[in-house]
């Protein structure tokens, strides 16, 4: 479009999120659902943290770290819906080039944390069950300020690296993006100039933060398993079985997504399916880590009762 072109270079300063649908009778529908899910989601959790706040008995490593997903989730989602709705209300799909850059910044450094943290929590379960007796010194309060702490920074490297390396690139021609929010694979396609490097910067970060992260999941999980067949009670194995059973799930819905979304890199023309995986990555994960994690939790519920009939145990 020439609307989103300077006159001087023709560099593209303007870029047309197409959203998740064209056409005009499917938009208030669409803004529903997405606003109900946005609501759900950040009211979800926030009960989730309020629970873990109030509740003595989750003041342990593990809703320590359940809390700071729950941060996550709702910092994520809120870096693409509100915008998304606000384009669908407001019929004005433009996004600027910096506020695009942006977008991409955030969401790769949260979701980059979402990685991390997902990775802490495993090693958090591989100390509870299968290192009990060392488990108050090596998962101390200091160092699970620390891990959290290097879970961003390692983020935050990345998601600067990568957006830096996109703002090198030159956009002169097509600026019109089949999605909902910026994302690298979109913005690689409407490149006029090599993405060579800033596919192979890519490629590394997902060895980085999703090959290897996934690789020590599946190693505490080994360590769990082979722990957990050794209970004799099958009561036992069943409690110590729960406490990982929503965590895996969530790790399996996360990844499974996420891996999904960028093999498709050079692939062709984005499609609806990116849109699909994109709802699933920021949109229905976010959405339901609460339900998982609460489900088959009797503490989690009991503090969530709580919460919502305004009681308070004692401290």
Same mark, same amino acid.
């Given at each position: 479009? !020439? +609307?989103?072109?300077? +006159?001087?270079?023709?560099? %593209?300063?303007?870029?047309?999120?197409?959203?998740?649908?064209?056409?005009?009778?499917?938009?208030?529908?669409?803004?529903?659902?997405?606003?109900? @899910?946005?609501?759900?989601?950040?009211?979800?959790?926030?009960?989730?943290?309020?629970?873990?706040?109030?509740?003595?008995?989750?003041?342990?490593?593990?809703?320590?770290?359940?809390?700071?997903?729950?941060?996550? $989730?709702?910092?994520?989602?809120?870096?693409?819906?509100? #915008?998304?709705?606000?384009?669908?209300?407001?019929?004005?799909?433009?996004?600027?080039?910096?506020?695009?850059?942006?977008?991409?910044?955030?969401?790769?450094?949260? #979701?980059?944390?979402?990685?991390?943290?997902?990775?802490?929590? @495993?090693?958090?379960?591989?100390?509870?069950?299968? *290192?009990?007796?060392?488990?108050?010194?090596?998962?101390? *309060?200091?160092?699970? *300020?620390?891990?959290?702490?290097?879970?961003? /920074?390692?983020?935050?490297?990345?998601?600067?690296?990568?957006?830096? #390396?996109?703002?090198?690139?030159?956009? &002169?021609?097509?600026?019109?993006?089949?999605?909902?929010? &910026? $994302?690298?694979?979109?913005?690689? *396609?409407?490149?006029?100039?090599?993405?060579?490097?800033?596919?192979?910067?890519?490629?590394?970060?997902? %060895?980085?933060?999703? %090959? @290897?992260?996934?690789?020590?999941?599946?190693?505490?999980?080994?360590? %769990?398993?082979?722990? /957990?067949?050794?209970?004799?009670?099958?009561? +036992?194995?069943?409690?110590?079985?729960?406490? &990982?059973?929503?965590?895996?799930? /969530?790790?399996?819905?996360?990844?499974?997504?996420?891996?999904?979304?960028?093999?498709?890199?050079?692939?062709? !023309?984005?499609?609806?399916? $990116?849109?699909?995986?994109?709802?699933?990555?920021?949109?229905?994960?976010?959405?339901?880590?609460?339900?998982?994690?609460?489900?088959?939790?009797? $503490?989690?519920?009991?503090?969530?009762?709580? /919460?919502?009939?305004?009681?308070?145990? &004692?401290?």
């Amino acid at each position: 479009m !020439d +609307g989103g072109t300077s +006159g001087n270079d023709s560099s %593209v300063t303007t870029f047309v999120l197409l959203g998740l649908t064209e056409t005009p009778v499917l938009q208030p529908i669409v803004f529903i659902i997405f606003l109900l @899910a946005y609501l759900a989601t950040v009211g979800g959790n926030f009960s989730i943290l309020a629970a873990i706040l109030i509740e003595p008995k989750l003041h342990t490593p593990m809703y320590f770290f359940l809390g700071n997903l729950s941060l996550l $989730d709702v910092a994520c989602i809120s870096v693409t819906v509100p #915008a998304m709705l606000k384009h669908l209300i407001s019929n004005d799909r433009n996004i600027s080039y910096r506020a695009c850059l942006s977008q991409l910044f955030f969401f790769h450094l949260l #979701a980059g944390a979402d990685c991390f943290l997902l990775t802490v929590m @495993a090693y958090d379960r591989y100390l509870a069950i299968c *290192q009990p007796l060392t488990y108050s010194t090596r998962m101390s *309060q200091r160092i699970q *300020q620390a891990l959290t702490a290097m879970s961003c /920074v390692f983020s935050f490297t990345n998601a600067l690296t990568q957006t830096v #390396a996109v703002s090198t690139l030159k956009f &002169c021609g097509p600026n019109v993006i089949n999605h909902f929010y &910026c $994302d690298l694979p979109q913005l690689f *396609q409407l490149s006029c100039s090599s993405t060579q490097l800033n596919e192979q910067l890519l490629f590394v970060a997902a %060895v980085f933060m999703g %090959v @290897a992260p996934l690789i020590l999941i599946t190693v505490s999980y080994a360590h %769990v398993a082979a722990a /957990v067949l050794r209970i004799r009670s099958a009561e +036992g194995r069943k409690k110590a079985f729960s406490t &990982c059973s929503s965590h895996l799930t /969530v790790v399996g819905i996360f990844y499974g997504t996420g891996v999904f979304s960028y093999m498709r890199l050079g692939s062709g !023309d984005s499609s609806d399916k $990116d849109k699909g995986i994109g709802i699933l990555n920021t949109v229905i994960s976010p959405m339901l880590n609460p339900l998982i994690y609460s489900l088959r939790n009797p $503490d989690v519920q009991g503090a969530l009762r709580r /919460v919502f009939m305004g009681k308070q145990t &004692c401290m």
